[in-house]
């Protein structure tokens, strides 16, 4: 079946610019999750989304950045006024969301902050 | 706060040269292990979940363990399209369903 896709691939964008990252997930996944992984460094965790329950935004790293999930469907993480540091590939994973689930992952959307 | 570590950093194998990666951790209550398998340019690829120490699986040449600190993944006779990074996960008790990533082994095989 349809895996995790993400769009766009590749987002280059002015310093101060806002931009959206969207991510659909596997169909009858209600778990959703945003990561960050900069070079050379682990995924970083950002928000976790579980079905209708309030998301666990305790990765967000400020303000300038939200995330919000329609049912248990499409996902979109916005970056505020984007910095050179916003500089990342950014990751979207879905799971069945029960118990200790494999989170499977999409391509990634590939961030690039002039 | 959940600690993952991967050595090496970095691996040079020749094709058929067997080897393992390592994935120490502390966490607070371990509820899984997961290893993953990454290619430039794509997302993580799910390999395997372990749950408790003593725990083994296998997936073609790959064979995954895990002990009470740290878990291995054995490579057998490695092919060049193994090449990869391999990234190592733990899901602790204290974090909801969010998984703390080392930074990975970048696992090179020559023909």
């Known amino acids: 079946g349809a895996g995790v896709s993400q769009s766009p691939s590749n987002k280059v964008t002015e310093k101060g610019k806002d931009v959206e990252l969207r991510c659909d997930p596997i169909?009858?996944?209600?778990?959703l999750y945003w990561y960050r992984q900069r070079l050379g460094q682990g995924l970083e965790f950002l928000i976790y989304?579980?079905?209708?329950?309030?998301?666990?935004k305790s990765g967000l790293p400020s303000d300038r950045f939200s995330a919000e999930r329609t049912g248990e469907s499409v996902s979109t993480l916005t970056i505020q006024r984007t910095q050179q540091e916003d500089s990342a590939v950014y990751l979207c994973?879905?799971?069945?969301?029960?118990?200790?689930?494999?989170?499977?992952f999409g391509p990634g959307t590939r961030l690039t902050v002039t | 706060e959940d600690q993952v570590t991967q050595s090496p950093e970095a691996l040079r194998l020749q094709e058929g040269e067997s080897s393992s990666l390592n994935c120490s951790y502390t966490?607070?209550?371990?509820?899984?292990l997961f290893w993953y398998r990454q290619d430039p340019g794509k997302g993580p690829e799910f390999l395997f979940t372990?749950?408790?120490a003593g725990e083994e699986k296998e997936k073609e040449r790959l064979k995954a363990t895990l002990t009470k600190k740290e878990s291995f993944l054995h490579i057998t006779a490695p092919k060049p399209e193994d090449s990869a990074t391999y990234l190592c996960?733990?899901?602790?008790?204290?974090?909801?369903?969010?998984?703390?990533f080392g930074k990975g082994t970048l696992l090179t095989v020559n023909p």
């Open positions: 994973a879905s799971s069945q969301g029960l118990g200790t689930n494999e989170q499977y």
């Open positions: 169909s009858g996944h209600t778990a």
């Open positions: 989304f579980q079905g209708n329950s309030a998301p666990d």
């Open positions: 966490v607070s209550g371990l509820r899984g």
């Open positions: 372990l749950y408790s």
């Open positions: 996960a733990v899901h602790s008790g204290g974090s909801n369903y969010k998984l703390t």
